[in-house]
């Protein structure tokens, strides 16, 4: 009932099943439970029901408990299970590291060296994977691990990535096996994803498509679980950071976006719409959506026809699903709404097409956009749709670093004060003496050709006043930014985002409307519009500083006019108070 990871042979019996005689006959496979519920199955279905023999991962409950059981299954495919709890612990940090280098060696060299892998061979392999996988992320958690454990915890994944090549390339394609294939994969990715490096994930990418290849050949015939899928999701979801940043520092140095040979974007789609090929070949035209969702991306799938399109008279609203952490942000879920004439120019015709929205937390194709935009990815049959005779509405949720308001702030105003400013210059004895004769001072007004540098936060540009002899109080006023909604694109032909054929429709705080005529990746974004800067001067009082004798000359007649008046006053005023005397 208890053991360790890696190290200890668990031994699987069962016995006493029954069932209908018509139901007859019965097959078998043992499997394991993690704690979130995921089944790994340890073999195909078939007759053993005694003295199966394994190792197990890293039990995932509570003291290290892990589920393991039986399935059994008649001819049509009703099953039962019975299981029971064991304990799994781990081994120590440097038993585990050793443990974990020995087992990728020897997945290596039986892989490499078979020539063809059986169905059953391959899920026992890809279990073993697993299993050795849990005791890699389990050093690369520890705390305590050194630096050789961790060392040796990193060359052992990245041996076993370039085995599981090998082991899916070689063996036959089952459901189990795209399963167990699919985990390993999951796994391999789960921990410490950043300290993958551009050889493994390439590998990953590579790997994961040929999963997703080897699903789309077995779906036909028989069903690819759901536990497949959401395994290969998980994959893009564990390495999706790390490889956008991989790609964008690649873009910084030689100005092309890629992993190794690989492009993250085109290698991720193109798997998830095999995915997506897999998911819809269960599915019938008016089937409600089937939504996967993992941390960073998350996928909806939908069977189309137009009597589906034509039983709604206002066409078709499909809600597609958020990744967690987006839900967790708050993120508005993308929206599309399908006129009834939606199919006519895919090539469809009357036939039934599956639709496929993928919801990505990071930008996977490229090109410089807003901070926190959420990228949404629609395809039909995994074709681009161009062209279409009437446009479809799209809803996506604004990225988190855009403004909800129209402006960005209040109005930046800088000041210059252009009174006129006293000063000297030099005086010849002809300029001294007109000045005693007219008894006038001998001081002279300096043109005021004053000029300061303000800088404006909106443009973040630095602007120049200048006085240029005027007088009074320069008033300038900063450009603000207005925000616009932009719907866009992403033009696989420039490698960059598009606006053309993709226009607003409306907008509100959390999400923006587009109508589009094609389906490609779409982006909801904000551009930067500026009103213009504007001048004026301020007309103000002068204070007694800023009178010159130039201005008193200038307004000599006004001056004596009102002495007159004064005087004029004041001899009314004497002669009044003479007259009462």
């Known amino acids: 009932d208890s053991g360790v990871a890696m190290l200890t042979t668990f031994t699987l019996n069962t016995s006493g099943w029954t069932d209908h005689v018509q139901s007859y006959p019965l097959e078998y496979a043992f499997f394991y439970e993690l704690e979130d519920g995921s089944i790994t199955f340890l073999s195909n279905f078939g007759n053993i029901t005694s003295n199966f023999t394994t190792t197990l991962p890293i039990g995932t409950g509570f003291n290290d408990s892990l589920i393991v059981g039986v399935r059994a299954r008649d001819k049509f495919e009703t099953f ?72 040796l915890a990193l060359e052992a994944r990245s041996s076993m990535l370039k085995s599981v090549t090998s082991l899916v390339q070689k063996g036959v394609a089952s459901s189990a096996t795209v399963e167990s294939q699919a985990v ?12 993958l ?27 690819v679980s759901r536990v497949a899928v959401e395994s290969v999701l998980q994959t893009f979801s564990n390495i999706l950071d790390v490889a956008v940043d991989t790609e964008d520092e690649t873009f910084t140095t030689t100005g092309k976006r890629s992993i190794g040979k690989t492009s993250f974007s085109v290698a991720a789609t193109k798997t998830l719409l095999m995915l997506n090929t897999i998911i819809t070949s269960t599915m019938v035209a008016g089937e409600d959506p089937i939504d996967y969702v993992t941390d960073k991306l998350a996928t909806t799938n939908v ?27 708050g993120v508005s879920a993308s929206q599309l709404f399908l006129p009834s004439s939606f199919l006519d120019n895919t090539g469809v015709g009357s036939g039934s097409a599956g639709m496929s929205t993928i919801q990505w937390n990071r930008n996977p194709y490229g090109g410089n956009i807003d901070d926190g935009t959420y990228v949404t990815t629609v395809s039909v049959n995994g074709v681009t749709i161009k062209n279409l005779k009437d446009p479809f509405s799209i809803s996506l949720p604004r990225p988190t670093s855009a403004s909800t308001n129209r402006r960005l702030e209040a109005s930046e105003i800088h000041y210059l004060n252009c009174s006129s400013v006293q000063g000297s210059k030099s005086l010849t004895n002809q300029d001294r003496d007109r000045a005693d004769f007219c008894d006038y001072d001998a001081y ?101 500083a800023d009178v010159t004798v130039q201005d008193i000359r200038k ?23 003479y007259q009462r005397r």
């Open 80 to 151: 039962t299970d019975l299981t029971k709890v064991v304990t799994v612990s781990p081994p120590g940090i440097v038993e585990a590291a050793t443990a974990a280098e020995s087992e990728a060696d020897r997945l290596e060299t039986t892989v490499l060296n078979a020539v063809t892998i059986s169905s059953d061979d391959a899920v026992t392999l890809a279990v073993d994977f697993q299993s050795t996988a849990s005791l890699i992320n389990y050093i690369m958690e520890s705390d305590s691990a050194d630096d050789n454990s961790t060392a």
């Open 444 to 544: 002279t007004v300096v043109s005021n050709n004053a000029s300061e540098q303000v800088y404006c936060t909106s443009t973040d540009m630095n602007y120049t006043l200048a006085c240029g002899n005027r007088t009074g109080m320069i008033h300038f006023e900063c450009p603000t930014i207005e925000y616009e909604d932009v719907c866009k694109f992403y033009d696989s032909s420039v490698s960059n985002w598009s606006t053309t054929n993709c226009s607003l429709w409306k907008s509100n705080t959390s999400d923006i409307v587009c109508n589009c005529t094609h389906m490609t990746p779409f982006i909801a974004q904000q551009r930067d519009t500026f009103t213009s800067q504007s001048e004026r001067i301020v007309d103000i009082g002068l204070s007694a």
């Open 555 to 577: 307004n000599l007649a006004l001056f004596l006019t009102l002495a007159g008046v004064w005087l004029l006053m004041l001899l009314f005023w004497a002669r009044g108070v």
């Open 197 to 223: 490096d551009v050889d493994d994930l390439e590998t990953a990418l590579n790997v994961t498509g040929l999963v997703a290849g080897a699903g789309v050949s077995v779906s036909g015939s028989s069903t």
């Open 303 to 329: 069977v189309l026809d137009s009597t589906v399109l034509m039983g709604v008279n206002t066409g078709l609203n499909i809600k597609a699903a958020v990744s967690t952490e987006a839900k967790a942000a």
């Open 184 to 195: 390993a994969l999951s796994t391999l990715s789960q921990v410490n994803a950043e300290s």
